[in-house]
């Protein structure tokens, strides 16, 4: 099993609140050789937790961010990786949320026994759709979470009332809703109104029997 040494976890730190560091000046920073940073740093880059960025040295990706949050007890760490998250995954919902989403993420790896070097953090959608057969151990947070990544990633309906939805089947070829955005509820899971329930009622009647 893959786990991280003190010098990456310090690593992953200072890249998260510097943004971009060369190996050198990460040395100058902590007082670690710049041999051992340099090692460190590939080593880094060879788990797909940072990567390198020319002349300007290396920083973090998605996937950095996350399992740092994991592995980090520092506050102000935490905090910075949802904001470098937000905005390395594009998503425009609620940076609080992402807290809830990820300590979820970490509750359900650990009942599955994974560990989470095994996931592909840098695509949000993957995530969802590993947690999306998961709501019943999920906080109400974290599902508006995934809602607001499946609405930003699959094709959506408009409806007359302006909300949106994506509509999926079953196994049996019947629609229903994966997801959808409300103009008054918000954004939600397998969320019916009466404008999606007509629309569903309209669409099973056209498919063939």
Not at 1 to 20: F, K, T, W
Not at 195 to 203: A, D, G, M
């Given at each position: 099993?893959?786990?991280?040494?003190?010098?990456?976890?310090?690593?992953?730190?200072?890249?998260?609140?510097?943004?971009?560091l060369t190996s050198y000046r990460f040395s100058k920073l902590?007082?670690?050789?710049?041999?051992?940073?340099?090692?460190?740093?590939?080593?880094?880059?060879?788990?797909?937790?940072?990567?390198?960025?020319?002349?300007?040295?290396?920083?973090?990706?998605?996937?950095?961010?996350?399992?740092?949050?994991?592995?980090?007890?520092?506050?102000?760490?935490?905090?910075?990786?949802?904001?470098?998250?937000?905005?390395?995954?594009?998503?425009?919902?609620?940076?609080?949320?992402?807290?809830?989403?990820?300590?979820?993420?970490?509750?359900?790896?650990?009942?599955?026994?994974?560990?989470?070097?095994?996931?592909?953090?840098?695509?949000?959608?993957?995530?969802?759709?590993?947690?999306?057969?998961?709501?019943?151990?999920?906080?109400?947070?974290?599902?508006?979470?995934?809602?607001?990544?499946?609405?930003?990633?699959?094709?959506?309906?408009?409806?007359?009332?302006?909300c949106k939805a994506i509509i999926s089947y079953d196994n049996?070829?019947?629609?229903?809703?994966?997801?959808?955005?409300?103009?008054?509820?918000?954004?939600?899971?397998?969320?019916?109104?009466?404008?999606?329930?007509?629309?569903?009622?309209?669409?099973?009647?056209?498919?063939?029997?």
């Open positions: 099993m893959i786990r991280l040494e003190p010098n990456d976890i310090l690593v992953l730190e200072e890249l998260i609140l510097y943004i971009q902590t007082g670690i050789s710049n041999a051992t940073a340099w090692r460190t740093f590939n080593r880094l880059v060879g788990l797909g937790l940072v990567k390198r960025e020319d002349k300007r040295g290396f920083s973090i990706t998605a996937r950095g961010a996350i399992i740092l949050y994991l592995n980090t007890s520092k506050g102000n760490v935490r905090r910075r990786c949802l904001s470098v998250l937000k905005k390395l995954w594009n998503y425009d919902g609620d940076e609080e949320k992402l807290k809830y989403f990820l300590e979820d993420v970490d509750k359900v790896l650990k009942s599955m026994n994974l560990s989470p070097f095994v996931i592909c953090f840098n695509q949000p959608v993957t995530i969802a759709t590993m947690l999306y057969n998961k709501q019943d151990e999920l906080r109400e947070e974290t599902k508006e979470v995934i809602a607001n990544i499946l609405i930003n990633f699959f094709p959506s309906i408009d409806l007359r009332n302006g049996n070829g019947k629609p229903y809703v994966l997801a959808a955005k409300c103009k008054r509820e918000g954004i939600k899971l397998r969320y019916y109104c009466p404008e999606i329930s007509k629309y569903l009622s309209v669409t099973n009647a056209e498919l063939p029997q």
